[in-house]
């Protein structure tokens, strides 16, 4: 496996389920980002995690929960979501965080359906 | 507040060249990326700019007028596979990253 890899690609989920999105990158970094993409609108940073650590929250919500167990993983979990978080949700590593940060690297996403 | 602005659609023929451009209004700058988007897909970089100036890369071109708030990434010799999104993104004062809406490019044979 080489890059950032997310599972599942596809989730259907009603809006009292729990689910959770997972990412796994094998580039050796050491900053690993959630974003949430919806159609014609500009990504959105949700969580960054550096060396392991949240370093930031973009005021979402707390339907939303992240974990970081090591700088090779992230989780996204899911709970109780309603239809407008239904979007692309796509996993980024780079090296560094912020000043010396490298472009960052995206996984393929999972594509969310809340119904 | 920031933002970026790039045309929402353009369409192409195959073999030409075509411009996507990029606005920008943010708090500071430190540096400005392109990155390529195919449906379905992760988006992948194109290029970084962060002086005034073009930067050549096979097909691919990005220009930079920071004074302007302006890039532009060039395609030549347009190839079906060169249909997708290309999204600009600027880093701003904080090292934070401010993206645009993406572009989808549509080539016709």
């Known amino acids: 496996e080489t890059g950032v890899t997310q599972t599942p690609r596809h989730l259907v989920m009603g809006m009292t389920n729990k689910k959770s999105l997972k990412c796994e990158q094998h580039?050796?970094?050491?900053?690993m980002y959630w974003y949430k993409q919806s159609a014609k609108k500009p990504l959105e940073l949700m969580f960054v995690?550096?060396?392991?650590?949240?370093?930031e929250n973009n005021s979402v919500p707390s339907r939303f929960s992240p974990e970081c167990p090591n700088s090779s993983h992230l989780f996204l979990h899911l709970h109780t979501l309603q239809p407008e978080d239904s979007a692309l949700y796509l996993c980024?590593?780079?090296?560094?965080?912020?000043?010396?940060?490298?472009?960052?690297?995206f996984g393929q996403g999972t594509r969310l359906t809340v119904v | 507040g920031q933002n970026i602005d790039q045309p929402t659609e353009m369409t192409a023929t195959e073999g030409a060249i075509v411009q996507i451009n990029c606005t920008y209004q943010?708090?500071?700058?430190?540096?400005l990326f392109w990155y390529q988007q195919h449906a379905g897909e992760a988006p992948t970089f194109l290029s970084y700019?962060?002086l005034d100036g073009l930067e050549e890369k096979g097909r691919f071109s990005s220009f930079l007028s920071r004074s302007k708030g302006y890039s532009y990434l060039l395609l030549k010799e347009l190839q079906m596979k060169d249909s997708a999104s290309y999204l600009c993104?600027?880093?701003?004062?904080?090292?934070?990253?401010?993206w645009g809406a993406g572009t989808k490019l549509i080539i016709k044979p």
């Open positions: 980024a590593s780079s090296q560094g965080y912020g000043r010396g940060s490298t472009e960052a690297f």
């Open positions: 580039l050796g970094h050491n900053a």
């Open positions: 995690y550096s060396l392991e650590e949240r370093v």
């Open positions: 943010t708090s500071g700058f430190n540096g």
């Open positions: 700019n962060v």
């Open positions: 993104a600027v880093r701003d004062s904080n090292y934070q990253l401010i």
